[in-house]
């Protein structure tokens, strides 16, 4: 349950959908799977369990939920095999060249022929909506999937009210300063670094290295500026921050991640309750963090 990394979705206003009104949303493109001739299916699932039935999950002022994609799986190789196949028959016996389109076409046929046949596989990617801070955080690694979570909850409320978290002064131009004027209170470096040459593809790249790194410095002195860093905010998690605000690689710490288990809840369902209070109570901490630092 626990988010590794965060894709920032900024609300205009409030969240103008009731946790009943919402639910009811999500119902009407509940996940059905993949038709016989779809190569894809994209619905929403239990933020849950599988065999759970309901669409939200709420505590905290956060409404929780998943959107689950189906994806037919046919390998190229077996196209292009049958595809091979069917020219050399052609080519055999009728003595002539296949071209550019009609490969094409038989190519579409081939692919048609096996989708009904083909094995599917599923991925799951957990969003919530914080009612009271105006914002939506997805759980998915690359701004891509984020968008087909977009795209998809659009398809269901009929419009979303929310913009991609995006600063007004440039993310790179922050995270150089804070290395050379030093970072906010909240934060330190974990000693994770990318930085680019904006003048060729040279990149520059530091995994667990010294927090305080002189040869950082000496590389944003040559021009490089800082694409990706690592930082911790109160030994409660740990993130690389993007030059497009993405976050990711989250960890939260042991001493955060271990809070409940000295309650000794033995009910899955409650906790799961504390757990999810606690991660989103920590996300908002570092959501109003980056309001303020990034110039949003």
């Not at 920032?8 to 059905?32: C, G, I, V, W």
């Not at 009728?94 to 081939?110: N, P």
């Not at 004027?181 to 330190?188: I, N, Y």
């Not at 309750?273 to 109570?281: E, G, I, K, R």
Request: one cysteine or more; a negative charge; charged letters at 25%.
């Amino acid at each position: 349950m626990w988010f590794r990394n965060f894709q920032f979705y900024q609300f205009t206003d409030q969240f103008s959908f009731s946790e009943q009104a919402f639910a009811e949303k999500l119902e009407a493109f509940r996940f059905k799977g993949c038709d016989r001739q779809a190569m894809e299916a994209v619905g929403w699932v239990s933020p849950l369990h599988r065999s759970e039935q309901e669409l939200i999950y709420t505590a905290n002022g956060c409404y929780l939920f998943c959107m689950r994609r189906e994806q037919k799986v046919i390998p190229p190789s077996t196209i292009n095999e049958s595809l091979e196949e069917r020219i050399a028959v052609i080519e055999q016996e009728q003595g002539r060249k296949v071209f550019r389109k009609e490969k094409q076409q038989f190519k579409e046929d081939i692919v048609a022929t096996l989708m009904p046949k083909a094995f599917t596989r599923s991925t799951h990617t957990h969003a919530y909506i914080d009612t009271r801070n105006k914002f939506m955080v997805i759980n998915a690694g690359s701004a891509s999937i984020a968008d087909t979570v977009i795209s998809l909850l659009i398809d269901t409320l009929g419009v979303l009210g929310a913009a991609k978290l995006t600063g007004n002064t440039n993310p790179a131009a922050i995270m150089n300063e804070w290395i050379v004027k030093g970072l906010p209170d909240q934060l330190k470096l974990s000693g994770d670094y990318e930085l680019k040459d904006p003048l060729d593809a040279r990149v520059a790249k530091f995994k667990d290295n010294e927090a305080e790194n002189f040869v950082i410095r000496d590389l944003l002195n040559d021009g490089y500026f800082v694409s990706k860093i690592g930082v911790w905010m109160q030994e409660q998690l740990k993130c690389i921050i993007t030059d497009d605000l993405q976050i990711k690689s989250v960890k939260f710490g042991e001493e955060l991640l271990n809070q409940n288990d000295e309650l000794n809840i033995e009910d899955k369902r409650a906790k799961f309750d504390a757990d999810f209070v606690l991660m989103t109570s920590t996300i908002a901490d570092f959501h109003k963090l980056l309001l303020a630092e990034f110039d949003i």
